[in-house]
């Protein structure tokens, strides 16, 4: 079971090096998706306090909210709308460095100012995303890319799970 989890200063690419053994850690041998899900945003939130880190999960045609850190948010998203519905619809990255110039952005937080979202893909389908928001502008990059896709990609998702 975890310990504390070691919150370090540095740069952002820094900082991931130091977090995703420890995320690792935290989720080995815990076969729930629900949790593991909720301990990684968790683990995401304390170490970069962003504004909001969640995850949306695919049922039937709507994203339905899932486990996540900060403000209250919105339960709905239909495919194709916002940034996450329009992740999964694209089935790829979304980098949104200012999300008011995002046509259809939904403002869940008005604080919000930038924002990256990973759809979780397995089989080829999208069962779900990662969404994460930022009060500050231009917040996500490549690194944000790189080791957020890989942490959702360590996801075990039972069979069951995706519809
Ligand atoms: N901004 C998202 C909606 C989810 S909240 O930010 C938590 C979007 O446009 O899809």
Redesign the pocket.
């Given at each position: 079971m975890a310990e504390d989890l070691y919150v370090i200063a540095g740069t952002k690419e820094e900082q991931y090096k130091a977090l995703m053994p420890q995320i690792k850690a935290l989720l080995e041998g815990e076969p729930d998706l629900i949790a593991n899900m909720a301990n990684m945003v968790a683990a995401l939130k304390q170490q970069f306090n962003w504004l909001?880190v969640?995850f949306y999960i695919v049922r039937a045609d709507e994203l339905v909210l899932g486990p996540f850190q900060g403000p209250i948010?919105?339960t709905r998203?239909k495919k194709g709308?916002?940034?996450?519905?329009t992740s999964w619809a694209e089935k790829k990255t979304l980098i949104v460095p200012d999300?008011e110039q995002f046509p259809g952005?939904?403002?869940?937080?008005s604080l919000?100012r930038s924002?990256i979202?990973i759809p979780i893909i397995r089989n080829n389908e999208v069962v779900g995303v990662l969404?994460v928001?930022s009060v500050e502008y231009n917040d996500f990059d490549e690194n944000d890319r790189t080791f957020l896709t890989e942490l959702v990609e360590s996801l075990v998702i039972p069979q069951t799970f995706a519809n």
């Open positions: 909001w969640g948010a919105c998203i709308k916002g940034v996450c519905g999300v952005h939904i403002a869940c937080s919000s924002e979202v969404d928001d």
